[in-house]
């Protein structure tokens, strides 16, 4: 880019330059020449530069194999980069131009480029030279173009004649109709071809005959096929044929050594296939049911089988029960296909997956499953993933897992509408890793379940009614927790010092009570994650603040008034404490206080609803309060009681509308507590610690009680302090600057004034003028001077020869003025051989227009400018 902008730069100069001469030599006869002149010199100096370098647009690198690349995507290019001198002889592994706006391929556009893939997806060619490739013939192995399909409806000749290497050829968007023959002739190692999204209706019975001996891979891909025949591809190991019209397949359109198939989205009703080779068939999206399956009995190779979305609603024992048929299964997907399990009442062990002996995963989602049959799994020994999302109406007992208890590792049963008690079943399946119950209408989770399934690493309860953590122990290894869209109101300590392996946890649209009981997991929170990423933290506490904008100082408790003397009760369940206090306790909850003198625990509403201290210097602090509107209509009392070092202060009656109040005369170095009274019940009490000097930590020790927590406002205060500190010390600056430029651009001028006056007097003082050296006899007679065109530019003057005589009476001071002439005075700094030396005179300007003026006047003559236009002589500028 720096060599782009250099070449910019140096073309700007020159067309400076080049108007600043035409401005000139508009006035002489020999434009036209020097125009041309330039015109040539401009075209042979850009058609010698450097085109633009490639890495100096791109981005270039080396990838954990060792494949280094070029990475051109997405940077708006309209034709490919020019190749340097400096990559000339580089070879790339991988030159990248997808999503760009390329429209053509020139024939050198490759020129000194050694490359083995070309990606240009994205790029919507339209044309290209017959010779587009011939740089990389040697070399290129694979390529992706993309084409306009409004403009292209052909395979260029430059993809059928220059690509005599290639391996892999993906062409995509061209409007073929017909595939015909001929285009693949010259591509002898071609195993890998695509043609997507290319409209073809129709492929001609010897479209792939240069093919059929190498080609291992064919796509064909969102087209128009209806029908197909690729029989002849006898090495043809994978094909696919996704998003066409295909209502109907068999053996005679397909190889028999096929591994992959792929058949999706077509709208299939039938297939009569006997492909003992094939490993994977995916058939999903179609119209298949219970009676077009007879074919998964010849598949005696089949390993993955996805027959997802299509109507088969049941099947029947004999499925799978060939005893050449699924014998090395590891994958069968039945999702979306309304399917549930043939009753039993008699309660017989369902044989449906009896052949399955290999089968590791097992998808059953979204469909009608109710019950699990009796035994289903007792034959799915190696079953390790089983998804049963989105069966509404499912049940789970006490018998549904058994025959996993030591094979399943992963289970997932989202949006079932399961509940707390049936949970239990899960508890026999000891090596479950991962197991995921959102969006189900679980309210709590049995003590023992997750205590027993100690290698669980993942647990996903996200959209549930839980209102308390579940249970774990010491031996649990679990990575990752999601609680998300609960009613959790907290987190208590013994639950993060179990789960010791937790490293994803959360808890975001929970009503998260931001008290006292989640300090610890404040705590957790600073320790494992960096503070930059716990502000993306999306948990939100009850009173509406984010728990990623609070300190540690914000997360206290409440205290709960009683009469008269109180003693502390510590509870840890909230099903333990007294029913009058069950609204304000829960799980982990702080101290509750109940009177002696009764046993009936007295809840008061709060009339303070939130209180802020915080030091606003060395000897004085702040405190500010609100009040409820209850206390305000009632004008009650407001006490302040201040504890200095454990001994009490007098006490102070306060205005409770006043809102705030100035606490004055602190010590240093001193513990205060800082208590509000009304009616001698409610008392709200916080501490504060002065420091020796106040400081930004002192101001970060701001302490506050609220039931809806409030933020500290020292932090505030210190970073306007410090922004307004910044601010004014640039303007300042800014400001200097300013007067440092005026006051040099001021010396600059008065200095260059100086001088110039200086110069011209020197000029006549100290013998500059040429004419002031030489005596009366030797300066040249003057006839005829014109007055110049302008203060500042130089006289013409004639040649003697030529200076009209009417005007050699003129003078100036003394001596005669009108042409210059010299005298025939013999000297040794003058030859005889040469002409006359003459001199030019520059008008001196004057500070005065009025004697500039004047003293014009004197010296030229209306008759010597008369004189000259009639002669028109043309001047002769030095």
Known sequence: MLGMYIIERFYMNILTMANAYIYHLL???????FFIFFCLFLFEYTSSLPSSNILDICQSGIREDQTNYVHCARKSLYSIPRFSNRTFNLAFDELILSDNFISHINANDFNGLRVKRLIMSGNKLQSMDSQAFRELTNYLEQTVLEFDSA??????????????????????GLNLQ??????????????????????????DHDAFQPLEPILKHLQLDYNQLTEMNLNPLQQLEILTITQNQIKYIDNDNLPKQLKRLDLSYNGLTDIQIELSQLEYLNVQNNQLTQQHLEFIHSLTNIKELILDFNSIQTLNDETFSSTKCCQQLELLSLQGNDFDFNRNDQGETNLLFSNLKQLQRLNLARNTIKIIPTGLFNFTRTLQSLNLDRNPSLKLSSTTFYGLESSLINISLQACNLRSNSLSSLKILKNLERIKLSSNDIDYIPDDLFISLINLTLVDLQR????????????????????????????????LKQLKQLVTLDLSSNPLECDCQLKSLYKWLKDKFQPELIQYLQWTCSNGKQLSTLNIDHFICNSVAATETTTTITTTKFKEILST?????????ESITTTTKTTTTTV????????????????????????????????????????????????????ISQRYFLLEKLKSQTQYTICLTILNSQKYCRDLITDSTTTSTSLAKSVFISKTLTTTLTSTD?????????????SVLLILIVIIIVLVRKQRLKKHKSSKTTSIESYYNAGGSDISALSLEQQPTLKCLSPPPSLLTPFYYFLPSECPHSCASSSINGVRGGCLQHSETNSTDLSNNNPPAYHIYHEIPFSDPDISTLRRQNIFGDTCLIEQQRLRHKPIII
């Open 27 to 33: 006035q002489i006869q020999y434009f036209h020449l």
């Open 151 to 172: 403009i292209v409806d052909t395979i260029p000749i430059a993809i059928k004649t220059n690509l005599q290497n290639i391996r892999s050829l993906k062409l995509i």
């Open 178 to 203: 017909t595939l015909t023959s001929g285009n693949f002739d010259l591509m002898k190692k071609l195993e890998h071809l695509s043609l997507t999204h290319c409209n073809i209706h129709i492929i």
């Open 464 to 495: 549930n009614q839980l209102e308390m953590v579940p249970i774990f122990n010491d031996q649990n290894r679990i990575k990752e927790l999601e609680l998300s869209g609960n009613k959790l109101k907290t987190f208590n300590e013994q639950t």
């Open 581 to 589: 206090a069950e609204a304000l306790v829960r799980d982990n909850m």
């Open 604 to 655: 008061v509403t709060d009339m303070i609803t939130d209180l802020n201290v915080w030091i606003k210097d060395n000897n004085s602090a702040i405190i500010e309060w609100n009040t409820s509107s209850t206390a305000l209509s009632r004008a009650l009392s407001l006490r302040l009681l201040v504890i200095e070092n454990g001994y009490p202060l007098p006490s102070l009656n306060l205005n």
């Open 718 to 730: 210190l970073q306007y302090l410090i922004l307004g500190t910044v601010l004014g010390a640039i």
